[in-house]
């Protein structure tokens, strides 16, 4: 089974939900005046630590990716919780470095630790929870026909740094580390997503790819997407390593996991509120299609991206590439 079909399954069966019904990047319930927003996100080192990755920048993600949820939401973190699954052969250097790295990340995000928990497992599990509180929600549903689509931050590096550690790829010191950057040490966008409650209308985080949020985003509200890929914030070094393998930096920028970055619907009246930097990428539409327009017209926009234990990516792109080789930057 897809990872969406198990999710269906059990929502038939969990009928008692918070005031925000489950399907967004976090839960939420109404206290008084604000909301209490919480998530939790697992990372397993099989298919989310990629060999190259210290300790402490495992440690350190486990914070972000649970962070990056409250932050999409519009919340501000208020604290963080995790289990540890560890197996019995793990060192307990590499057991430091990760708490190491949950300390580092918690200074970055001025969280408090609230509770933790230890058990044996077959492979090493970090399942982190992250609570915030938000004046306003935003919602993967909010998106409507005349606003803008915009993200944060630059697009394809995370998955143009694994691409480069995966094939042994020759690439300058300076293009390494930038890729480097995002691939291994992504951060969330917290003062972003709470800047955006105040007026933007509907958000998401970018973790299983452009694509497949603006998937999302589209379902969820009923609408229609329309892209312009000249507009996509494409980070440096992205276009050098498509280069070396004869790749679309268009397509590695909508198929790159694990960004972080947010993406978001605003009206054109609201932008000048905005006090940090993004990119406007498209417009929300009626029509419910999600496409890329250019010159040669409209090209619909494939689910490109990650789904645990399948990987929706067509035969005819992003070649020479295998579905496989697309499972990461999870891992």
């Given at each position: 089974m897809r990872e969406s079909e198990i999710i269906e399954l059990f929502l038939r069966h969990l009928k008692r939900q918070g005031d925000l019904p489950l399907g967004d990047d976090a839960?939420?319930?109404?206290?008084?005046?604000?909301?209490?927003?919480?998530?939790?996100?697992?990372?397993?080192?099989?298919t989310d630590v990629p060999d190259i990755m210290t300790p402490e920048q495992v440690g350190f993600k486990a914070v972000t990716m649970n962070v990056s949820d409250i932050a999409s939401m519009g919340a501000r973190p208020i604290g963080f919780l995790f289990s540890l699954g560890i197996p019995g052969d793990?060192?307990?250097?590499?057991?430091?470095?990760?708490?190491?790295?949950?300390?580092?990340?918690?200074?970055?995000?001025?969280?408090?630790?609230?509770?933790?928990?230890?058990?044996?497992?077959?492979?090493?599990?970090?399942?982190?929870?992250?609570?915030?509180?938000?004046?306003?929600?935003?919602t993967r549903s909010g998106a409507r026909p005349g606003e803008l689509v915009c993200v944060t931050g630059d697009l394809g590096r995370a998955l143009a740094g694994y691409l480069v550690w995966k094939n042994g790829l020759e690439v300058s010191d300076a293009v390494r580390k930038t890729l480097y950057e995002k691939f291994l040490e992504p951060k969330a966008r917290v003062e972003e997503g709470v800047a955006l409650s105040r007026v933007a209308g509907s958000a998401i985080d970018i973790s299983d790819g452009l694509a497949k949020e603006l998937h999302l985003l589209a379902e969820m509200s009923g609408v229609g997407i329309e892209v312009y890929p000249e507009r996509l914030p494409i980070g440096k070094g992205v276009e050098d390593v498509a280069g070396i393998l004869d790749l679309?930096?268009?397509?590695?920028?909508?198929?790159?996991?694990?960004?972080?970055?947010?993406?978001?619907?605003?009206?054109?009246?609201?932008?000048?509120?905005?006090?940090?930097?993004?990119?406007?990428?498209?417009?929300?539409?009626?029509?419910?299609?999600?496409?890329?327009?250019?010159k040669r017209g409209r090209t619909p926009i494939p689910k490109l991206g990650w789904e645990h234990f399948e990987i929706e990516v067509p035969d005819n792109i992003l070649k020479p590439l295998t579905v496989v080789e697309l499972a990461v930057p999870r891992g």
């Open positions: 839960g939420a319930l109404k206290l008084g005046d604000r909301w209490l927003v919480a998530t939790n996100d697992m990372l397993v080192r099989k793990l060192d307990s250097d590499y057991l430091e470095g990760i708490a190491r790295g949950i300390g580092e990340a918690l200074d970055f995000y001025d969280l408090p630790v609230l509770s933790a928990d230890t058990n044996e497992a077959d492979d090493l599990i970090i399942d982190g929870i992250a609570l915030g509180f938000a004046e306003r929600l935003l679309d930096p268009v397509e590695v920028a909508l198929a790159s996991g694990e960004e972080f970055e947010l993406v978001f619907t605003i009206s054109p009246e609201n932008v000048e509120f905005l006090d940090f930097e993004f990119s406007v990428i498209g417009r929300v539409v009626s029509e419910r299609e999600v496409v890329m327009v250019n």
